[in-house]
């Protein structure tokens, strides 16, 4: 009886030990892979594809300045953002929060929420730009 309990006891505390591992850190991006024009290569909202942001770009200035379409109205505008290496935060026009989830050389895969929609948007890039654009 005593080595049913004590075997019970040792069986919670692994159980409890690795639930309490940190499983899902998210990988970190290089900042100078961000910067340069991407344009949309497929877009998802609530996980369903849609082809209605065909035109949707995006700029990104070491300056901290961006450049998107990605507004309600579709018109292009320019907004201060952060990026530290894992989340992109738009400051600005409706202040956005981007996850990527993968970023290389020519494609970059981010999500944010939108007008109360989640969004998935893959993006390929087209041009490096003048990324030191003050």
């Known amino acids: ?36 024009r991407w ?14 942001l065909d035109d949707l770009f995006y700029e990104f200035y070491k300056n901290g300045k961006m450049r998107t379409n990605f507004t309600l109205d579709m018109t292009p505008g320019e907004f201060d953002y952060s990026f530290d290496g894992q989340v992109i ?10 996850m990527v989830d993968s970023l290389g050389h020519d494609k970059l895969i981010m999500t944010t929420v939108f007008s109360n929609y989640p969004f998935r948007l893959a993006l390929d890039k087209t041009d490096t730009l003048s990324i030191n654009r003050q």
């Open 1 to 36: 009886m005593y080595l049913n309990k004590l075997s019970l006891l040792l069986l919670a505390v692994l159980l409890f030990s690795s639930a309490c591992k940190d499983e899902t850190k998210r990988p970190s991006f290089d900042k100078d892979l961000l910067y340069g």
């Open 39 to 52: 344009d949309l290569s497929q877009a998802w909202r609530s996980n369903r594809p849609i082809e209605t």
């Open 89 to 98: 935060e738009q400051k600005g026009g409706g202040d956005l929060v981007y």
